[in-house]
């Protein structure tokens, strides 16, 4: 099912106080920002997009979705935005030891790489600064929120395609009345048929009787055409699958793989109808059915 969430969280101010070299370090807050998308899918598959620093929160976060989600092509993205004062932030005295240190342990086995430039080093102390440790815990209950918004969002649109479904259980209910009558109509019609048949075959004249063995004959006809066109077990196991499909959706809960299976054995029964059709009207309810089938079938890969 298709849905969005989005939350922020302020973090922040980074410092107050001037360094120990006397320069001042501006107050700084960095803002969280995380986004779900998910759109119809019948496989859960995921995609998260995460700042470099927020890297090692990915697993924590994929065993969230897992839990959270069954269904749907689901995107996660976090950005991180700097606000508050236009000032250059001066790095931490324990941050620009970290990296010297890094640095010399680099060139101690490749002492021809180049040197890191004051750029270099900004760029490197400013992605530690935005994020640190404690960051993780806001991280996955700001991922919490958002799924829980997500799911809230997809449960209206499964409102939405449960009453759908429920719509197209009665226009089937209403066609499987409408062939019920069919099949006797066609028996007696074609019973019919096969006792002209034998009188014009034997030059009856009119008003006479029909020989016994003749009448016995087309009535074995008839039976076997009978038997051979009668559609009663189709569509009471139809109307079976029905009531089932019915009852999952006001049941509600994860049901997706039920409907399914129940939408395949459904159009398996109309099928079987096409095929018996000794009519066209009966071929236009099977058409029909089939029609209704389909677009139930288009809708349930989207429940979960």
Known sequence: MTGYASVQQSIGPASTSPSGNGVHQATETVRLGLEIRSVNSRFL??????????????????????????????????????????????PAVHLLQQIHALETQVRSVLPNARGLGVADVMRLA?????????????????????????????????????????????????????????????????????????????????????????????????????????????ITRLTSHLDEVERLLRKGGELGKRLDFLIQEMHREANTLGSKSAALELTRISVDMKVLI???????????
């Open 126 to 234: 400013g992605e530690q600064q935005r994020m640190g440790p404690e960051s993780g815990p806001l991280l996955l209950e700001l991922a919490g929120l958002a799924l829980e918004e997500l799911r809230i969002a997809r449960g209206r649109e499964g409102q939405r395609l449960t009453d759908m479904l429920l719509d197209r259980t009665q226009q089937l209910r209403q066609l499987s009345h409408q062939a019920q009558p069919l099949v006797p109509q066609l028996v007696a019609q074609q019973r019919q048929k096969f006792l002209d048949r034998w009188r014009e075959a034997m030059s009856l004249t009119e008003g006479s009787t029909l020989p016994e063995a003749a009448q016995d004959r087309a009535l074995s006809e008839a039976t076997a055409f009978a038997i051979r066109i009668d559609v009663a077990e189709e």
């Open 45 to 90: 598959d995921l995609t998260l997009r995460l700042p470099d620093e927020l890297r090692a929160q990915e697993p924590a976060l994929r065993e969230l979705l897992n839990t959270g989600l069954k269904r749907g092509k689901v995107e996660l993205r976090i950005t991180l935005e700097k606000t508050g004062a236009n000032d250059i932030q001066a």
């Open 294 to 304: 389909e677009q139930m079938r288009e809708q349930v890969q989207n429940i979960e």
